[in-house]
C-alpha cells in the first residue's frame, strides 16, 4: 500500500490506463481536425468521434446522433438548463429544481431569475430524497423545466430518475438530469425514464478532464438556444474544434463503466459498509448522511459531532478527502446540501465525505479506518464541549443536533 492514500473520487478519478492508451494516438498520429473532410487526417479523427458518440450513447440507451460533446458537465448543465428555458419560453418562464443540486445546476438557475424566469428550489427529506409529491404539486402551467440530479455528489443519494420523469411526461414538462456522479455508476436508460436533457462528464468516470458530453432528445417541443455561436459543430448546439483525444477518452470511460458496472457496485458496496460500520461501532456521536441504502456504493459521508471538519481533514495528511464539493471549495460556507438535510452549521461542518473507486483496496479501507478512528479520539480528547456532552452535564445543543436523532 502506497501513501497518500485517495478516497476523493468524487471530485475526480485517475484515468484508467486503458482509456489512456486509446487516447494517446490522437495527440501525435491521429491529430487530424474531425472537421477537415478532405483528407484522411480529418477522416480518421471524425471516425473517432463517431466512435466516442457511440460508446456514450449505448451506456444511456439513447441514438448516437442524440449525444453533444461539450467540455464537461457544467457546461452540459448550462446548455441545457438555458438552452431549455430561453427555447420553450413562449410556453412558461417556470423551473423546478432542488436545494441539493450541484452548483452548476443552482447557480444557472439563478442565472435565469435575472432574465425573468421564476425558479422554485424544492427541499428534501431529512435522507436526501425528493418528496414526489411535494415535486409534483410544484408544477405549474407555465412550468417549462425539470432539473433533478441523478446522484448527490456529496451524499450520494440517488433520486428516482424513472418516477420524475413519468412525472414531467405526464404533465409536459421538460426533464433534465444532471448524472455527472450518476453516469456510468448506476444503470440509466433515458428512453425508459423519459428523460429529455442529461449532463455527464469523463473525469469523474475514470477518463479525462475537459471533456463532457449533453444528450438531447431529438423530438424535444422546441430546438435548444446554443450557448455559443460559430461553425455550427455538434448539431449548432456547441460549436468549437472538437477535443477529438478527449472524445475517444470518454468513449472508452462510458464503455468500461458499463462493462464493470455490477462488479465495481459490489465490491465498493462491501467496502463502504466495512467502512461505516468500523467507525459508527469505534466511535459515539457520528451520524450517516442522506439515505441508507438508495445511494451511491462509492459514497460515505458522515458528520463527526464536537470536532471541526476542517482540523479532522489537516491530522489526515496521508488520506485524501473532502468535507464537501470540490466544486464549492473556495467558499467557508459550510455545505448546503448537508444545511438542506437539516444539520445545523456546527455538524455540517464537522462532516467527511468518503469516495472510494475502482483503484481502492480493502487494505486502504482498513488504514482509513484505523486512523480515522485515532485522530478522531484525539482531537475529541482536547475538546471542552466533547467532554460537556458526554459526561452527563446535561449540556445540548441544537447546532450539535442531526436529523436522525429527531
Known amino acids: 500500500m502506497k501513501l497518500p492514500i485517495y478516497m476523493d473520487y468524487h471530485a475526480t478519478t485517475p484515468v484508467d490506463p486503458r482509456v489512456f492508451a486509446a487516447m494517446a494516438p490522437y495527440f501525435t498520429e491521429k491529430f487530424g481536425n474531425a472537421s477537415s473532410r478532405n483528407h484522411s487526417f480529418g477522416w480518421v479523427s471524425e471516425e473517432a468521434v463517431e466512435r466516442g458518440r457511440e460508446r456514450v450513447a449505448h451506456l444511456i440507451n439513447c441514438d448516437p446522433s442524440e449525444i453533444v460533446f461539450t467540455s464537461g458537465a457544467t457546461e452540459s448543465d448550462n446548455l441545457a438548463i438555458k438552452g431549455a428555458a430561453i427555447g420553450h419560453r413562449d410556453k412558461g418562464n417556470h423551473i423546478v429544481t432542488a436545494a441539493t443540486e450541484h452548483k452548476a445546476v443552482i447557480d444557472t438557475c439563478k442565472?435565469?431569475?435575472?432574465?425573468?424566469?421564476?425558479?422554485?428550489?424544492?427541499?428534501?427529506?431529512?435522507?436526501?430524497?425528493?418528496?414526489?409529491?411535494?415535486?409534483?404539486?410544484?408544477?405549474?402551467?407555465?412550468?417549462?423545466?425539470?432539473?433533478?440530479?441523478?446522484?448527490?455528489?456529496?451524499?450520494?443519494?440517488?433520486?428516482?430518475?424513472?418516477?420524475?420523469?413519468?412525472?414531467?411526461?405526464?404533465?409536459?414538462?421538460?426533464?433534465?438530469?444532471?448524472?455527472?456522479?450518476?453516469?456510468?455508476?448506476?444503470?440509466?436508460?433515458?428512453?425508459?425514464?423519459?428523460?429529455?436533457?442529461?449532463?455527464?462528464?469523463?473525469?469523474?468516470?475514470?477518463?479525462?478532464?475537459?471533456?463532457?458530453?449533453?444528450y438531447v432528445r431529438k423530438s424535444l417541443p422546441a430546438r435548444l438556444v446554443p450557448a455559443m455561436d460559430g461553425g455550427g459543430h455538434e448539431r449548432g448546439l456547441r460549436s468549437g474544434t472538437l477535443n477529438v483525444p478527449g472524445i475517444v477518452g470518454l468513449g472508452v470511460a462510458c464503455e468500461l463503466a458499463g462493462g464493470e458496472m455490477a462488479k465495481?457496485?459490489?465490491?465498493?458496496?462491501?467496502?463502504?459498509?466495512?467502512?461505516?460500520?468500523?467507525?459508527?461501532?469505534?466511535?459515539?456521536?457520528?451520524?450517516l448522511n442522506g439515505h441508507p441504502s438508495k445511494r451511491l456504493a462509492m459514497n460515505l459521508n458522515l458528520s463527526f459531532g464536537y470536532l471541526e471538519g476542517e482540523a479532522l481533514l489537516m491530522s489526515l495528511r496521508d488520506v485524501a478527502l473532502s468535507s464537501g464539493s470540490a466544486c464549492s471549495t473556495a467558499t467557508a460556507e459550510p455545505s448546503h446540501v448537508l444545511r438542506a438535510l437539516g444539520?445545523?452549521?456546527?455538524?455540517?461542518?464537522?462532516?467527511?465525505?468518503?469516495?472510494?473507486?475502482?483503484?481502492?483496496?480493502?487494505?486502504?479501507?482498513?488504514?482509513?479506518?484505523?486512523?480515522?478512528i485515532e485522530q478522531v479520539k484525539r482531537l475529541r480528547a482536547s475538546s471542552p464541549l466533547y467532554e460537556l456532552a458526554t459526561s452527563g452535564a446535561g449540556f445540548d445543543s441544537d447546532a450539535w443536533k442531526h436529523p436522525a436523532q429527531v
Open 111 to 214: 442565472r435565469l431569475t435575472h432574465e425573468g424566469f421564476d425558479v422554485t428550489f424544492l427541499p428534501v427529506e431529512p435522507d436526501g430524497l425528493i418528496d414526489p409529491q411535494l415535486l409534483a404539486d410544484s408544477i405549474r402551467p407555465n412550468t417549462v423545466l425539470i432539473s433533478i440530479m441523478g446522484a448527490n455528489n456529496e451524499i450520494g443519494v440517488i433520486q428516482p430518475l424513472a418516477d420524475i420523469g413519468r412525472l414531467a411526461r405526464e404533465r409536459g414538462v421538460l426533464f433534465h438530469t444532471d448524472a455527472a456522479q450518476a453516469a456510468g455508476k448506476i444503470p440509466i436508460d433515458v428512453a425508459a425514464m423519459k428523460i429529455d436533457l442529461l449532463s455527464l462528464t469523463a473525469h469523474k468516470i475514470y477518463g479525462p478532464k475537459g471533456t463532457g458530453a449533453l
Open 264 to 287: 465495481e457496485t459490489e465490491r465498493l458496496t462491501g467496502y463502504r459498509e466495512k467502512l461505516k460500520e468500523r467507525l459508527l461501532s469505534a466511535l459515539d456521536h457520528v451520524y
Open 343 to 372: 444539520l445545523g452549521e456546527a455538524l455540517a461542518r464537522g462532516s467527511l465525505r468518503f469516495g472510494m473507486g475502482r483503484f481502492t483496496t480493502e487494505e486502504e479501507v482498513d488504514y482509513v479506518a484505523e486512523k480515522v
